[in-house]
């Protein structure tokens, strides 16, 4: 569903009538629910990897926040991990072409036919979300700690 698309146009519509014509209360996860739908539109495959990326990110800002030894060493391997998840799907055919050409080896030649990697939805928007959030629990320790719903709404919310 790309953005300039009649669908989502609809889509968007529609989300914005209920979204006003339902109780305050229930607002986040009605956006939770059609930000979800947003995303398995694109791909059910990718969405469980974006669920499991929300939830050990979430396990990584709550590791930050609640640390009394070193908070910096969990905020240190969210943003590694995100980077890292970030740069798989971004670089993979430019690093195994890279390796290729450094090496000669045909493996990382083959590899490029036999992996097909599709770039999931907004995986910049969401890994820099994520990392902004470990960043500000690391520096913002003793602030409130947000809930799980709140930090899909956060990360989820599929109109950026």
């Known amino acids: 569903m790309l953005f300039n698309s009649i669908t989502f146009a609809i ?13 305050k209360r229930r607002r ?6 059609s930000s979800a739908f947003f995303y398995i539109w694109f791909s059910w495959v990718f969405f469980f990897h974006f669920l499991f990326v929300i939830l050990l990110n979430y396990f ?7 640390s009394q030894n070193n908070p910096k060493s ?3 391997v969210s943003v590694l991990f995100n980077c890292i998840n970030l740069g798989f799907f971004k670089y993979f055919y430019f690093f ?19 992996v097909h990697i599709v770039l999931p939805l907004a995986i910049s928007f969401y890994s820099f979300q994520m990392i902004a959030a470990a ?3 690391g ?3 003793e602030g409130k700690t947000i809930s799980l ?4 709404l956060f990360v989820l919310f599929f109109l950026f």
């Open 11 to 23: 889509f968007f519509a529609i989300v914005y009538c209920i979204y006003w014509s339902i109780s």
């Open 28 to 33: 986040p996860d009605f956006l939770i629910l």
């Open 60 to 66: 990584f800002y709550i590791r930050i926040k609640t």
């Open 74 to 76: 969990w905020m240190i």
């Open 96 to 114: 195994s072409r890279v390796l290729a050409d450094l090496t000669g080896y045909p493996f990382f030649t083959e590899i490029q036919g036999i």
């Open 135 to 137: 960043v500000d629990a």
């Open 139 to 141: 520096r913002n320790q």
């Open 149 to 152: 719903k709140e930090y899909f």
